[in-house]
């Protein structure tokens, strides 16, 4: 049971890893090209085939992580859990790499555009590193509770084979496993909603200063409607980040923090349950 588990987070980590460094590769060759004195905005304005390319590559990664956590696990808990885990290990070690390759970022306040899906997101460095080790954190309980409770389960189900004149200890092992597959490690209704708040009050954290400037200059229709891209184009490559809008990142944060907190709770409770008596 260990052997496998360990064994294949050190794969997936090390698929992340590499991903990481695929991706901070794109981006010295994109920065060599468009930003040879170093990268900083405003942005250079980039031919139509190339955003749609840089738009593509980030769907393709999506794709890569999202078919990975797929063939990792078969529960779909699960695999939400190994893809926000490769989410955090890719995005950290893309900034490490670079880091290594090219100096930048200077600090973690850094300013970087951290995607151009539906509009593009702009903010400082750390603020996406503590998005992923709250990711990391998430992740790692859920695998690990995941591993507990069958753990557990097949151990008590063992014991029951040995002892058949125990029927009590066959229950109980068969109930902590569909206790864990349907009710301990998967999140909660309440949990879920939370983690899908909080995501879009962070969301709208990364958005909002780069919006913001849009919005002052074009109306909604004319940003986002495709009929008015050279006045859009010129305006993107005027825009220089202003400010970043904390509160709301650490209102979505906080969220993540309470999701984190209602399934220890939920673990602390099933283990103390759960202990021989």
Do not use: C
Not at 23 to 31: K, P, Q, T
Not at 143 to 168: M, N, V
Not at 189 to 198: A, D, K, Q, R, S
């Amino acid at each position: 049971m260990k052997g496998p588990f360990f064994e294949r987070i050190i794969i997936i980590t090390l698929f992340a890893v590499a991903m990481g460094f695929l991706e901070s590769a794109v981006v010295v060759y994109l920065r060599e090209l468009y930003y040879p004195e170093g990268f900083s905005f405003p942005l250079t304005n980039l031919a139509d085939h190339i955003l749609i390319t840089e738009l593509f590559r980030e769907i393709a990664t999506m794709v890569m992580l999202v078919t990975v956590s797929m063939l990792a696990a078969r529960k779909w808990n699960i695999r939400f859990a190994w893809f926000i885990y490769m989410f955090a290990i890719w995005d950290i070690f893309y900034y490490i790499f670079l880091w290594l390759l090219i100096g930048w970022p200077e600090s973690l306040l850094t300013w970087d555009i951290l995607f151009m899906i539906p509009t593009t997101w702009v903010g400082p460095v750390i603020a996406p590193v503590i998005n992923s080790l709250t990711m990391i954190l998430l992740a790692s309980l859920i695998l690990l509770a995941d591993r507990w409770t069958s753990g557990r389960a097949d151990q008590r189900t063992s014991t029951s084979a040995k002892a058949t004149a125990d029927k009590s200890v066959q229950v109980w092992g068969s109930g902590l496993r569909a206790q864990g597959s349907a009710g301990l490690v998967r999140l909660s209704g309440l949990e879920w909603g939370l983690l899908i708040i909080g995501s879009l009050i962070t969301i709208t954290a990364y958005i909002e200063d780069y919006s913001v400037y849009m919005l002052d200059r074009l109306t909604l229709t004319e940003w986002l409607g495709g009929d008015h891209q050279a006045e859009v184009m010129s305006y993107a490559t005027t825009y220089i980040p202003v400010s970043f809008n904390w509160i709301l990142f650490s209102a979505g944060t906080t969220l993540f923090f309470i999701v984190i907190g209602l399934f220890l709770r939920r673990l602390f409770i099933a283990s103390r349950k759960n202990l021989p008596q």
